[in-house]
């Protein structure tokens, strides 16, 4: 029986075996048995170790910006801080399937921003001019190259200009952007029903400036990046009421940064922005929370204290899910506020030297702008150059105080349709001329062209040699071809020169649009000439070229221009002047001109003629700090920081008196006879000279070729010692005393002996390097050539004023060589005191008491014996101070300087002006006065606020 029922079992296990069910059951089997075995792995023995990373994979930690510290001057007047703001954010939370639903959101919101007045804030550096044509909005030429750098996506500025052409510089601003432009489908956009929607230049630059923002850092789809600050409620609210159709926009608190009197203040202060790429690598290294999208100090003490004044990062750690949208905040830390900073700048002391500046220029040009025709040559006195009232009139259109542009629109004014109207009828005249000399066989000759025509031919051939262009390769032209030499000696026409340039190939016609048909030199002529007519139709550079000449010729008055300050807002509206103008015509117009640059109605900044800049410099001569560094003109940081604004900066680039250019720090020039105390103590310390030797002075000094004559030539100063060669800045004693340093004692010259030794002195004063200052600042050039001329500051010397400043501080202390600071000291946010910035000694000069009593009082003579005495003789203060000019344009004024330190038996400071093209050392030394009565307290800042131009000396002073 137990047999049978093995007998059974056994029949039934062969036959469950060989059916299918147990094949298909035996596979679950082991399946299943894997499956158990995977879990365990999975759970038991790495468990840990797979949910660390799934962790990693869902969990993100994005950085809450911390507080910037704020600035204030010595005094804890407010300079720089934080306001509570709201900004708008946008994140790529993957809730558009396309990139059509993507550009329709964003053009409702770039639309929404623009109806409010709110600027796209992103990292596309390109914006429109006030003419509408796309530009370049980089700080700096470098700056453009690093954008270009990004925007390639390659990793250096060396790889731009590759051999392929696929990385080009040489690109205009539009066509940049076309490649990417239909990338972004940008030309594919439709309206609601379909249709094909036309963007305006500003909304598609506005989307592709969100769209190239976010590409930046697709990586991190979670991280919000904001597209605009500082919005108002009214924004707010459309923004929010829209939230449906604006799916990744957000309103989010924040703060902007904000500078107190900014116009005095930007040059030091300067402002903040987004962290470029190679600036984010420098502070990764002091800093490894720097992120890309942070908002850091881009120049001036913004940029020096950085670290400082950067509050440290909060942190908050996201569940995020597999399209980046947050899921869970997990945890958070709040951030901290950086360090506040403590300037050695006296707020009121720089407001109101910066008027004193802008007084004393519109001075100078009330006094040398004449209602007449003014002819300037090579061999007129540079200090006596006059200017005509047409220069100014010209000015408000070449300097964009007035807008042609605007004169062309429907709501013009009466007068500005007259003035375009005069303008166009003659620009048309104007290219059909142009048409006409250019496709003459008989073409005339540059030197026997009529002025206006020549500098209109002079553009044209500027205009195809630019690298823009391109089509003129200036490195191809044979300098020794006989059409190089003809047309540089204006002895052959424009359309000779070209043609001598299509013979020889360096004329580019792969930048000229011509087909296979043109073969011969006359059809590429042909399409050359076309093409830089049709572009001058555009060119507005060219419509100011032409507005010169129209000014001159009084097709375009100086009483329409002035009418057009009042049309177009530039001036508040005065009905009796609008009278005035119209019934006395140009005599008045003259007159009105005057006035208004007296009341400072009109600034020299506005009008950009000779001199339109200046710069003043303070400092305590006991330690080294800088109570003002001034320069004139300037700008509105406010407008630059956090969000530039593209219009505004455009303004700025292309304002002709370079607001954002620092001329107390940038502003090299020879010093002229503002060196002559250095040259002074060189001779007495090498003992070339001594202190009671006198020199003869007979008007021109002969030793040298060519000759050099002093000031006073015809007339002489005859013998003078030391202190009287100082006293009499002749030219004749410390060309001697050069000579003399160059003459060994075998009496061999040698040309870099003196030099040598000239080089040696200056460097004792601190004239080999900068100044020491936290802002930037050129490298100071000592000179390398000529040492007679050297001597006299002339050759290639070449210094700022706050170099200036640190070498008078030296004179006035007697040796003492400090690194200027613009930092009085640190502290927390809650005021405690971090870091007090002592003053720094860089060296000290050892030279014997009696070459520094003899060198001082020449310096105290130059302003109570020499020719300053009657600038000075009623200032309430004694103080000693040397003038100086130099010639770096002979139809221009010459460069005026003075330098001075006060009181003169204890001195506390020193005083360093610069006036470039002032004309005549006068008017720095007239500066310079009023700088003292109000450091000391005979003025103050509401008098100075008060005032108008201030008058022109008229004392003449030989140096």
């Known amino acids: 029986m137990l047999r049978d029922l093995l007998e059974i079992l056994k029949e039934l296990l062969h036959r469950i075996a060989g059916s299918r069910l147990f094949a298909l059951g035996a596979v679950f089997t082991a399946m299943f048995i894997i499956l158990i075995v995977k879990l365990f792995n999975l759970q038991i023995v790495a468990g840990e170790k797979y949910l660390s990373d799934y962790e990693r994979l869902t969990q993100k930690e994005v950085s809450i910006p911390g507080t910037r510290g704020n600035i204030y001057d010595c005094n804890g007047y407010l300079l720089a801080y934080n306001e509570p703001a709201y900004s708008v954010t946008i994140q790529d939370t993957g809730a558009y399937s396309d990139v059509a639903s993507m550009n329709a959101m964003l053009l409702r919101l770039v639309r929404i921003l623009k109806k409010h007045d709110c600027p796209i804030q992103g990292r596309l550096e390109i914006g429109l001019d006030e003419n509408g044509r796309m530009v370049y909005t980089s700080s700096s030429e470098a700056a453009r190259l690093r954008f270009l750098r990004d925007y390639y996506g390659v990793r250096s500025v060396d790889s731009l200009n590759d051999p392929d052409g696929k990385y080009p510089t040489a690109v205009s601003a539009r066509d940049l952007l076309q490649d990417r432009w239909k990338r972004y489908r940008l030309d594919e956009m439709k309206d609601e029903r379909g249709n094909p929607l036309l963007l305006t230049d500003e909304e598609a630059l506005d989307i592709f400036n969100i769209r190239y923002t976010m590409s930046l850092t697709a990586y991190k789809k979670y991280e919000a990046i904001p597209i605009t600050s500082h919005v108002d409620e009214e924004t707010m609210v459309e923004i929010l009421e829209n939230m449906e159709l604006l799916q990744g926009v957000n309103i989010e608190e924040t703060t902007i940064r904000v500078y107190n009197d900014s116009i005095y203040f930007a040059p030091i202060v300067g402002y903040t922005g987004k962290i470029q790429e190679d600036r984010l690598e420098e502070l990764r290294i002091m800093n490894p929370q720097y992120e890309l999208n942070d908002v850091v100090g881009r120049t001036g003490i913004e940029e020096h204290m950085e670290t400082y004044l950067q509050g440290g990062k909060g942190y908050r750690n996201l569940i ?222 060219f419509d100011k070229r032409v507005c010169r000449y129209l000014v001159d010729d009084e097709i375009i008055t100086g009483r329409q221009l002035c009418l057009a300050l009042y049309s177009q807002g530039v001036l508040a509206y005065d009905e009796q002047q609008v009278q005035l103008l119209n019934s006395n015509g140009e ?109 003869e002075c007979t008007g021109v000094y002969d030793a040298v070729t060519p000759d050099i004559k002093c000031w006073i030539y015809w007339g002489k100063h005859g013998p003078l010692d030391l202190v009287g060669g100082i006293q009499n800045s002749c030219n004749c004693y410390f060309a001697e005393v050069a000579h003399r340093l160059s003459t060994d004692e075998n009496g061999v010259y ?59 501080a030296a004179l006035a202390n007697r040796g003492t060589v400090f690194d200027l600071s613009l930092l009085d000291k640190r502290t927390s946010s809650e005021g405690e005191l ?75 400071i020193c005083v360093t002006t610069n006036i470039p093209y002032g004309y005549s050392s006068a008017n720095a030394a007239s500066l310079a006065k009023n700088v003292y009565r109000f450091y000391y307290g005979y003025t103050d800042l509401e008098y100075i606020m008060d005032h108008g131009a201030l008058g022109v000396s008229g004392v003449t002073i030989g140096d």
């Open 834 to 908: 971090i870091e007090d910035y002592s003053p720094k000694v860089a060296g000290h000069i050892e030279i014997q008491d009696s070459t520094w009593d003899a060198v001082q009082q020449g310096m105290y003579n130059v302003i109570y014996e020499g020719s300053s005495r009657r600038i000075f003789r009623d200032l309430e203060v004694e103080i000693a101070g040397k003038t100086g000019t130099a010639q770096e344009v002979k139809t221009r004024g010459n460069h005026a300087f003075f330098i001075s330190y006060g009181p003169y038996t204890n001195p506390d």
């Open 750 to 808: 040698s040309t870099e002996r003196g030099l040598e030794t000239l080089r040696k002195y200056a460097a004792m004063f601190g004239l080999d390097q900068t100044s020491g200052i936290e802002i930037s600042e050129l490298e100071p050039e000592m000179s390398t050539e000529d040492p007679e001329r050297s001597a006299m500051g002339q050759g290639t010397n070449r210094y700022s004023n706050v170099q200036l400043s640190r070498y008078v």
């Open 587 to 695: 005599n008045y117009a003259y007159t009105f001109m005057i006035e208004r640059i007296s009341n400072i109605d009109i600034t020299p900044a506005q009008l950009a003629l000779d001199p339109c800049t200046g710069s003043v410099v303070i400092t305590d001569v006991n330690t080294g700090e800088v109570k003002a560094l001034v320069t004139y003109p300037s700008y509105d940081n406010n407008r630059l920081s956090g969000t530039v604004d593209a219009t505004y900066f455009n303004q700025l680039q292309e304002d002709l008196s370079l607001p954002m250019y620092n001329n107390a720090t940038q502003a090299r020039k020879a010093p002229g006879s503002t060196f002559k105390p250095i040259t002074a103590i060189a001779g007495i310390e090498e003992h070339v000279v001594e202190l009671d030797e006198t020199i």
């Open 320 to 541: 995020v899910n597999n399209v980046g949208s947050i899921m869970e905040v997990v945890s958070e830390t709040q951030p901290t506020t950086g360090d506040d900073i403590y300037l050695t700048i006296d707020r009121d002391l720089q407001i109101g030297i910066y008027h004193l500046i802008e007084q004393q220029l519109a001075g100078i040009l009330v006094d040398k702008l004449k209602n007449y025709d003014v002819e300037v040559t090579s061999t007129t006195d540079a200090s006596k150059i006059e200017l005509p009232i047409k220069d100014a009139y010209y000015q408000l259109i070449n300097n964009n105080v007035l807008s042609l542009s605007a004169m062309a629109a429907e709501d013009a004014s009466p007068i500005e349709r007259e003035i375009y109207g005069n303008f166009s009828a003659s620009k048309e005249r104007i290219l059909g001329q142009l048409r006409q000399e250019l496709m003459s066989e008989h073409a005339t000759a540059m030197k026997d062209l009529p002025k206006d025509m020549v500098a209109y031919m002079v553009y044209i051939y500027n205009y195809l040699s630019g690298d823009t262009v391109g089509i003129i390769k200036r490195d191809e032209i044979d300098v020794d071809s006989a059409a190089y030499t003809a047309w540089k000696n204006d002895e052959i026409s424009l359309r000779d020169y070209l043609y001598a340039g299509i013979a020889e190939n360096w004329i580019d016609t792969t930048n000229l649009d011509v087909g296979d048909k043109y073969s011969n030199a006359d059809s590429i002529y042909e399409v050359l000439v076309d093409t830089v007519l049709s572009e001058l139709r555009e060119d507005t550079k």
